[in-house]
Nanobody
Framework: QVQLVESGGGLVPAGGSLRLSCVAS????????VGWYRQAPGGQRELVAT???????TYAPAVKGRFTISRDNDVNTVNLQMNDLKSEDTAVYYC???????????WGQGRQVSVFS
């Protein structure tokens, strides 16, 4: 079965930076679409960023220019570098993998990102 294990995140003041990583196992990682979602307390889970197998990146307008998604297919890892963090970035962040050939998707366990001002 596919498993996504996240690490990183934490607590940082506004304007600071954090990094998230997600290691996938049991998947054809290099031909999968990967990404990150987040969910604030009491809020909806929302898309943050995605990266296709062809390395096309997309970002939510709220994070564009501040966050960078990247992937390393040699170690089945997707990363999210978060710079210039704002209080509204506070959320639990979930790693995501989509197997396009089956339409099945998978989720990491979630990591807390907290930003204070």
């Amino acid at each position: 079965q596919v498993q996504l294990v996240e690490s990183g995140g934490g607590l940082v003041p506004a304007g600071g930076s954090l990094r998230l990583s997600c290691v996938a196992s049991g998947s054809k990682f290099d031909i999968s679409t990967v990404g990150w979602y987040r969910q604030a307390p009491g809020g909806q889970r929302e898309l943050v960023a995605t990266q296709t197998a062809g390395d096309i990146r997309t970002y939510a307008p709220a994070v564009k220019g501040r966050f960078t998604i990247s992937r390393d297919n040699d170690v089945n890892t997707v990363n999210l570098q978060m710079n210039d963090l704002k209080s509204e970035d506070t959320a639990v962040y979930y790693c995501y993998l989509l197997q396009r050939w089956s339409g099945e998707d998978f989720w990491g366990q979630g990591r807390q990102v907290s930003v204070f001002s």
